[in-house]
């Protein structure tokens, strides 16, 4: 047994050597870094509907504990009780990714089962791992066989939905997380900066700039063409979008 | 006076469809001779209407430009129209009368969704020029690009300009639009730094700021 226990249910282990980070795909994903990593655990699938019904039944929404300051001021503002595609029949499918939630809302949810955000590395970590793969489960060319997403960012239907956490088998990363490209992007903690300049030390990098800062959405979603899923690939929206393109899952840190 | 030779846009097949992002879905249709585009001027002080023919009497410009999605995509294509300082002018405001206000653009709506709104700040786009746009690649705007009349910010994201536009209100006031209350995005519309998806070239680039210029 691993001196970190056992994860708890539904959740993985990530744990590795130094990794490098970014790549030379676009500026924003340089430069690349070696990163190192503490251990930490990971959802294996993204927070799903049938998960986050707890929060939304829990009245959590009208529980000032789990939120911070702005996304108190935010829901409150705009009256929001529920993600805005709650009684969608194309998003509200029990065992889809929960989305329509704001950065906001995938924090507070994050409080409230004891977890965080994972970090934009950690993210990067858990869907690559020590190799170069471009996507999470290889260098595969991208198709509908593996993901969730919109070749030309045009995606078929105009009345879009999302897909089930397990759609797509193949859509595992190294280190068993389903669903990471894809479906609906990833809050991630971090907010986006136009490169890595930032990062002086690469241990256990965060980006933080101003919780009202754009924050990083990784992992691509059903609008978006196969280049967003790229393991390196970057993504940002304010914390107040609620679209149906972002999701996320947790981490504990240990 | 134009004389641009219009060209079909690149890849134009591969544009995504602008009614996912046309909120209310474009009216059926809508009778030309009966639309009016009003302009209001600080809630009523001043009014005016103009029909398509009055716009269409207003030299036109024809500006190849780019655009860019907050869904991550961007095009650039011919845009046949005028400058909203162009109306302006015709209208007889001048720069003191709208210096520091807000354009407010309401579109046609239908029956079903009503009307849907953005709100943009003046002085930034007369800088930047942006237009009333009623002709794409040399044809009339088809009614899901916002036919009979659209406004385009090239410096800020489509959703903060108005497809099907009915009416602009000059006001003091910068309010949350449409797609600001419903799904979030933000007030100012600022086209941000990072990567889109460049539908004419088929290819990701880096965009550091917009109006694009340099591809």
């Given at each position: 047994m691993n001196k970190y226990g056992d994860a708890p249910s539904g959740m993985t282990l990530i744990i590795g050597d130094p990794f490098a980070r970014g790549s030379d795909h676009c500026p924003d994903e340089a430069p690349v870094m070696e990163v190192t990593l503490h251990p930490f655990f990971m959802d294996v699938r993204p927070v799903l509907n049938r998960d986050f019904k707890a929060f939304v039944d829990g009245d959590c929404y009208q529980k000032d504990e789990y939120w911070c300051e702005h996304g108190l001021k935010f829901i409150r503002k705009f009256g929001i009780l529920k993600p805005l595609y709650w009684n969608d029949v194309n998003w509200n499918q029990p065992d889809h990714p929960v989305t329509g939630i704001s950065w906001y809302e995938a924090s507070a949810y994050a409080r409230f089962v004891g977890k965080e955000l994972p970090t934009e590395a950690q993210w990067e970590y858990a869907a690559k791992g020590n190799d170069s793969r471009l996507y999470p489960w290889g260098n595969a060319p991208a198709s509908p066989k593996y993901a969730n997403y919109a070749p030309d960012c045009d995606p078929e239907e105009l009345v879009r939905r999302s897909t089930p956490w397990d759609h797509h088998p193949q859509n595992r990363s190294p280190f068993g997380c389903m669903d990471m490209a894809g479906n609906v992007a990833e809050w991630c903690k971090d907010n986006y900066s136009p490169n890595y300049r930032w990062d002086t030390t690469g241990i256990n990098p965060l980006c933080i700039t101003d919780v009202t800062d754009d924050h990083i959405a990784r992992g691509g979603s059903g609008l978006h063409d196969e280049d967003y899923m790229r393991c390196t690939s970057r993504d940002a929206y304010p914390p107040t979008v609620r679209d149906n393109i972002v999701g996320f899952r947790c981490v504990i840190n240990l | 006076m134009n004389d641009l030779k219009v060209m079909k846009t690149p890849r134009i097949e591969k544009k995504p469809s602008s009614l996912r992002y046309y909120q209310d879905g474009p009216p059926s249709r809508v009778e030309t001779s009966a639309w009016k585009l009003s302009l209001s001027y600080l809630g009523g002080e001043k009014n005016f209407a103009f029909s398509l023919d009055d716009i269409k009497s207003i030299p036109k410009r024809v500006e190849n430009r780019r655009m860019v999605c907050v869904c991550n995509w961007s095009i650039r294509r011919t845009w046949g129209g005028i400058y909203l300082k162009d109306l302006f002018d015709h209208a007889g405001l001048?720069?003191?009368?709208?210096?520091?206000?807000?354009?407010?653009?309401?579109?046609?709506?239908?029956?079903?969704?009503?009307?849907?709104?953005?709100?943009?700040?003046?002085?930034?786009?007369?800088?930047?020029?942006a237009m009333l746009i009623y002709e794409v690649d040399g044809e009339a705007l088809p009614l899901e690009q916002g036919y009979p009349l659209r406004l385009i910010d090239f410096g800020l994201y489509g959703y903060k300009g108005v497809k099907g536009l009915s009416e602009l209100q000059i006001s003091t006031e910068f309010e949350l639009g449409h797609w600001e209350q419903y799904a979030g995005y933000a007030l100012e519309g600022k086209v941000k730094p990072k990567k889109y998806f460049i539908v004419d070239l088929k290819e990701h680039r880096f965009i550091e700021k917009a109006e694009v210029i340099d591809f």
């Open positions: - | 001048t720069e003191d009368d709208y210096a520091g206000l807000f354009l407010k653009q309401l579109s046609i709506g239908t029956p079903e969704k009503g009307k849907y709104d953005s709100t943009i700040r003046i002085d930034d786009a007369i800088a930047r020029n």
